[in-house]
C-alpha cells in the first residue's frame, strides 16, 4: 500500500487546513488509517486515526475538538480536517495505514506510511 499525504502549507494561527491521504490500493476499506505529527526536535506524536468504516475515530487531547478525521472510501482517501490551528501544531504531518481492525494509536502499529506534508502555523 503506497499513501500520499497532501494538503500542508502556511497558515495564520487560528486558521484551517485540510490534509488528504491518498492511498493505491483498491481495498483501501480494509485498512484503518492514523495521522500522526513530528515537530521539529520531537518524537512522532499521534494526532488521531479512524476504523475501516469510518464509524469511529480517536483523538489525541491536544488535537480534540479542532481536528477531524475523515474517510472517502470510494475515493480511497482520509482527510486531516484541522480548525482553530496554533503555532504549537506547527510539523510535518504523516499518514499511515494497517490492516488490524480497530483504532491504534501507537505508530508501531502500523505498517505503511505516507512521505509526510508540512504543516506552519504563523503567531
Known amino acids: 500500500v503506497q499513501l500520499q499525504a497532501s494538503g500542508g502549507g502556511l497558515v495564520q494561527a487560528g486558521g484551517s487546513l485540510r490534509l488528504s491521504c491518498a492511498a493505491s490500493?483498491?481495498?483501501?476499506?480494509?485498512?484503518?488509517v492514523g495521522w500522526f505529527r513530528q515537530a521539529p526536535g520531537k518524537e512522532r506524536d499521534f494526532v488521531g486515526a479512524i476504523s475501516w468504516t469510518g464509524s469511529n475515530t480517536y483523538y489525541s487531547d491536544s488535537v480534540k475538538g479542532r481536528f477531524t478525521v475523515s474517510r472517502d472510501n470510494a475515493r480511497n482517501t482520509v482527510y486531516l480536517q484541522m480548525n482553530s490551528l496554533k503555532p504549537e501544531d506547527t510539523a510535518v504531518y504523516y499518514c499511515a495505514a494497517t490492516g488490524v481492525p480497530g483504532i491504534r494509536s501507537s505508530q508501531y502499529d502500523y505498517d505503511y506510511w505516507g512521505q509526510g506534508t508540512l504543516v506552519t502555523v504563523s503567531s
Open positions: 490500493t483498491r481495498t483501501f476499506s480494509r485498512y484503518a
